[in-house]
């Protein structure tokens, strides 16, 4: 079983289409979070959610919008897509304790071109 | 606010050879630190991590040392493989659970036979 799980893996779509990726974990983690890895494997923090509640939200366009229907599961929607969202985005989770702070379990990652 | 330093990369070895990739970072109070590991095509996996001065992570043969003095969290290997070949990431976290991680830009490793 994959802890970390998201879909789909790849996604090609037009400029201007909406699109939207899931993530889901088994490991029963209280925290999950969106990265944006870009083309030199920068990787910057987008949203972090705590058993729902969003707790951060980077500067990131509001056409980005995350939504987590419980504790297991973190969604990322996005509108109106542009050239410059192509990159590859992961989803990660951690426990919510002060002992494993920054220990982050990460998806395969999902890689969207944006034609 | 708080940042990661790594060495750039690609970085291309021999098998057997020695492995450094320095790490400097910044930050306000007393950070975790880490380091993850990223293989081709796929996600990032912690490797090690330190969370307090002098403390060594180690794993996998892959040693570093949280130095407070140089603010360095320097990655050793005295073997490498070809398979670990991959990208390396540097990071730290605050102490509180709310506390996001920060990314050093990653070092790409190449190790050739």
């Known amino acids: 079983d994959t802890a970390v799980s998201q879909t789909p893996k790849y996604l090609v779509t037009q400029m201007g289409n909406d699109k939207s990726i899931k993530c889901e974990q088994n490991?029963?983690?209280?925290?999950m979070y969106w990265y944006k890895q870009d083309s030199k494997k920068f990787l910057k923090i987008m949203f972090s959610?705590?058993?729902?509640?969003?707790?951060i939200n980077e500067t990131v366009p509001n056409r980005f919008s995350p939504k987590s229907p419980d504790k297991a599961h973190l969604n990322l929607h996005i509108n109106s897509l542009e050239l410059g969202d192509s990159a590859v985005y992961f989803c990660?989770?951690?426990?919510?304790?002060?002992?494993?702070?920054?220990?982050?379990?990460f998806g395969e990652g999902s890689r969207l071109t944006v034609l | 606010g708080d940042s990661v330093t790594q060495m750039e990369g690609p970085v291309t070895l021999s098998e057997e050879a020695f492995l450094t990739i320095n790490c400097t970072y910044t930050?306000?109070?007393?950070?975790?630190l880490f380091w993850y590991v990223q293989y081709p095509g796929e996600g990032l996996q912690l490797l090690l991590k330190?969370?307090?001065?002098?403390d060594k992570g180690s794993n996998k043969g892959f040693e570093a040392t949280y130095r407070k003095e140089t603010t360095s969290f320097h990655l050793e290997k005295g073997s490498v493989q070809v398979s670990d070949s991959a990208v390396y990431f540097c990071?730290?976290?605050?102490?509180?659970?709310?506390?996001?991680?920060?990314f050093g830009p990653g070092t790409s490793l190449s190790v050739i036979p």
């Open positions: 990071a730290l976290s605050g102490v509180a659970s709310y506390d996001k991680v920060i």
């Open positions: 490991l029963g983690h209280d925290t």
């Open positions: 990660a989770s951690s426990p919510w304790d002060t002992m494993n702070t920054g220990e982050l379990f």
């Open positions: 330190a969370t307090k001065a002098d």
């Open positions: 959610y705590n058993n729902k509640e969003l707790i």
């Open positions: 930050a306000t109070g007393y950070p975790s």
